[in-house]
């Protein structure tokens, strides 16, 4: 009953595609498209492999994924080798098993029993594939969507194959995302010995008030659609070169703020600038602006999801913007409707990433039943 998603899945997991490269999995997917009928249009740049995909004319759906994978890390703690794909207990382990490989796996092997069993559908059906979606993004759907955009393309409804499910497949969608802002902070002292601290500056010690300040600032109480926008800082050291007798000359802290639409980096900026100057540290700061927050408005696309999902599991899934980024964000512009929807995120980025051969399947039957649901 499973075996062509299986088989699709592994097959994907067995390359060893760790971000931005390919090496070779959307060539599978290409030659599986042309032999229905897709006409495929390859937009590389660089070390990243992109590919758009199209079929029919009218009211379109895309199926937006990613064919690169993050690393393995430390391999002494998997239990299976990473890029050999093992099914044990009707579990199915490897990197990419479930970002996003597996879901990649049942966009088209839904989409193939759709066109076999409707030939002559309404309606476009479009792929949108990138290998550089766990990196830097630059050279992936942020380039393409522009070239589309150039060209007044259309998407009626983006499906997006991310990992949102967080217990059971089925119990979360997403239709939108949080922005992210990034900070690399550098606070400068007074190199010295620890025995003459009058003789020094310690950045450590003058920063320590700020830090608190810093990490409890509240920007917003969030919405019916976000949470309260957060900030989280993720190191901080004083450098490599200070023993344990030395006051180091500057402090580096790194910072990361993940924001709604009720706020924008520019305010967020001005608000962290405010808080040095009102602590009188002396300082460099540089900024990352990695996205915008988007948010699709619950429509069709939405509530043909929510049905197929329910008719297959027998769950009413939560409608959530929270998690990480997503390539949504590029297509935003693009596209009337963009929702997520894919397997269990509880192993994504870690050591033995699985997922259960049976949620293949089920989601396989989901993606099945919203062509149905939109094109016949």
Known sequence: MYTKVLNLAQQLINIPSISPKDLGCQEILIQRLQSYGFFIEKMNFNDTNNFWAWRGSGKSITFLGHTDVVPAGNLLNWTTP????????????????????????????????????????????????TSDEESTGKNGIKKVSAILKKRNERINYCLVGEPTSEKVLGDCIKNGRRGSLSAELKIYGKQGHVAYPNLAHNPIHCSALFLVELSNLSFDKGNDFFEPTKIQISKIFSGKNYTTNMIPGELNVFFNIRFNPLVDEKVII??????????????????????????????????ILMTSIYNNTRITPVIKTNGGTSDGRFLFNLSDEIVEFGLLSSTIHQTNECVNVLDLLQLQNIYYDVLNALFL
């Open 82 to 129: 990473p890029f050999i794909s093992t099914v044990k207990n009707g579990v199915l382990f490897g990197r990419g098993a479930v970002d996003m490989k597996g879901s990649i796996a049942a966009m088209l092997i839904a989409v193939e029993n759709f066109l076999n069993k409707n030939p002559n559908h309404h309606g476009r059906i479009s792929f949108l594939i």
């Open 270 to 303: 001005n608000i962290i600038n405010k808080l040095l100057i009102k602590h009188s540290l002396q300082h460099s700061i540089s900024w990352k602006y990695y996205a915008k927050p988007f948010l699709s408005v619950p429509n069709n696309l939405c509530h």
